[in-house]
């Protein structure tokens, strides 16, 4: 009985997470391609000093950027190691 219980949920819950980020990124693209400002997606500098990642790309902590600025996710941002710029709110 625990076999059954254990093994037919795991396997839906597989079977639903792929549709459901499918799902996801979809409404995130649509998101991102509707509006020009979204907090899902920050800016970086890649500069050496750089760890900071930015909401606005005229954000105070970019203007002394020695690189162009990129636009990143938020989760890639913090995949890198990055974290809030101090400047914002
Ligand atoms: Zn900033």
């Excluded at 459901?20 to 800016?43: A, N, P, Q, R, W």
């Amino acid at each position: 009985m625990c076999y059954i219980w254990i093994n037919s949920p795991v396997f839906k819950i597989k079977t639903m997470k792929k549709s459901k980020i499918l799902f996801l990124g979809g409404l995130v693209f649509l998101f991102l391609t509707s509006f020009s400002y979204d907090v899902s997606e920050v800016y970086i500098c890649k500069g050496p000093q750089s760890k900071k990642y930015h909401y606005k790309k005229d954000c105070r902590g970019l203007s002394s950027c020695s690189t162009d600025t990129y636009s990143v996710t938020l989760s890639e941002a913090k995949k890198l190691g990055r974290t809030l710029c101090g400047w914002e709110d």
